[in-house]
């Protein structure tokens, strides 16, 4: 059974940086993509970063390009997400996500609907 498990989250001021892990079990997860996706108060769960266990490639939203770096520990079987330059929209609930690739080991996907395994969230919170 595939478990993930994300920790890091807390309270920041604005333009601090955070690093959340993703603590991934079950399974080999070669031929899976790992995500990140935030929901903020409100709003629908939107997608911020991803990464191909296999290849390394990384896709990003355009909202955190540049601030926010995705990575990921073979050994460790971790997912991290460095978060810099925290703007108080950054707020969210952040989500360790997880899904089989289904093509290429070089492509990222965006859509919410090709992540199949989810963890139990871990809040940000970005004061102004």
């Known amino acids: 059974q595939v478990q993930l498990v994300e920790s890091g989250g807390g309270l920041v001021q604005g333009g601090g940086s955070l690093r959340l892990s993703c603590a991934a079990s079950g399974r080999t997860f070669t031929n899976y993509v790992m995500g990140w996706v935030r929901q903020a108060p409100g709003k629908g769960r939107e997608f911020v970063a991803g990464?191909?266990?296999?290849?390394?490639?990384?896709r990003y939203a355009d909202s955190v390009k540049g601030r926010f770096t995705i990575s990921r520990d073979n050994v460790k079987n971790t997912v991290y997400l460095q978060m810099n330059s925290l703007k108080p929209e950054d707020t969210a609930v952040y989500y360790c996500a997880a899904g089989q690739i289904g093509g290429s080991i070089y492509y990222v996907p965006s859509r919410l609907n090709d992540y199949d395994y989810w963890g139990q969230g871990t809040q940000v919170t970005v004061s102004s």
């Open positions: 990464i191909t266990w296999s290849s390394g490639s990384t």
